[in-house]
């Protein structure tokens, strides 16, 4: 079965402090690929996606991911952590029409 | 423009209760979905409802109904509700069920089964 993987459950940086949050997936098929955020007891809110072309991605609030199709990788980037990215963070992955697959989620935390 | 909608926000329920979770959208989107959400697990798709008509399982529909009532509405049912039915339940929706198509998801319910 296609699987989504998020290294690190939970992430923290200081304020200012880079992000990096990781995402792999299995499939030799280049998927569409996602990454979505949450606030507490909110849904989830779209950060970016992939589809195809550039491989560098940038999305909302500073983020940017880059796609990597040698190591099936879509690591998600911020130069800059600031207190009102801690949330959770969701890596998605849509193999075929309907197949969204996300990852177990990875939780970041900003410290002052 | 309210997006995704989902009632009731929290529910508590006694084994083998039942009840029917509602969502409706106003972005005039074709697919609309039910995940649950569980600790350490991300969000799994319960049922799916590509088009107007159409309802289809995810990953893990076992104790669950959906009925796509119109375009706006999507319910979820548990008929007989068990504590491993205990989560948090999001609906979403999207313009098509293609590849690219962004999910819009709603505020969730926070379900819990004793």
């Known amino acids: 079965a296609q699987s989504v993987t998020q290294l690190g459950s939970h992430v923290s940086v200081s304020e200012g402090a880079l992000v990096l949050l990781r995402c792999n997936y299995s499939?030799?098929?280049?998927?569409?690929l996602f990454w979505y955020v949450q606030y507490p007891n909110q849904g989830l809110q779209l950060l970016l996606k992939?589809?195809?072309?550039?491989?560098l991605v940038k999305g909302i609030n500073g983020f940017e991911a880059e796609f990597k199709k040698s190591e099936t990788s879509f690591h998600l980037t911020k130069p800059s952590a600031h207190m009102s990215d801690a949330a959770e963070y969701f890596c998605?992955?849509?193999?075929?029409?309907?197949?969204?697959?996300f990852g177990a989620g990875t939780r970041l935390t900003v410290k002052p | 423009n309210a997006g995704v909608t989902q009632t009731p926000k929290f529910q508590v329920l006694k084994t083998g209760q039942s009840m029917t979770l509602q969502c409706a959208q106003d972005?005039?989107?074709?697919?609309m979905y039910w995940y649950r959400q569980d600790p350490g697990m991300g969000l799994r798709l319960i049922y799916y409802?590509?088009?107007?008509?159409?309802?289809d399982k995810g990953e893990v529909p076992n104790g669950y109904n959906v009925s796509r009532l119109n375009k706006r509405e999507f319910s979820l049912r548990l008929e007989s509700a068990a504590p491993s039915q205990t989560s948090v339940y999001f609906c979403?929706?999207?313009?098509?069920?293609?590849?690219?198509?962004?999910?819009?998801f709603g505020p969730g319910t926070r379900l819990t089964v004793l």
């Open positions: 409802s590509a088009s107007e008509g159409t309802t």
């Open positions: 992939y589809t195809t072309g550039a491989t």
């Open positions: 979403a929706s999207s313009v098509g069920d293609w590849g690219i198509a962004e999910q819009f």
């Open positions: 972005m005039n989107h074709n697919s």
């Open positions: 998605a992955v849509r193999y075929n029409n309907n197949d969204m697959r």
């Open positions: 499939s030799s098929v280049p998927p569409y």
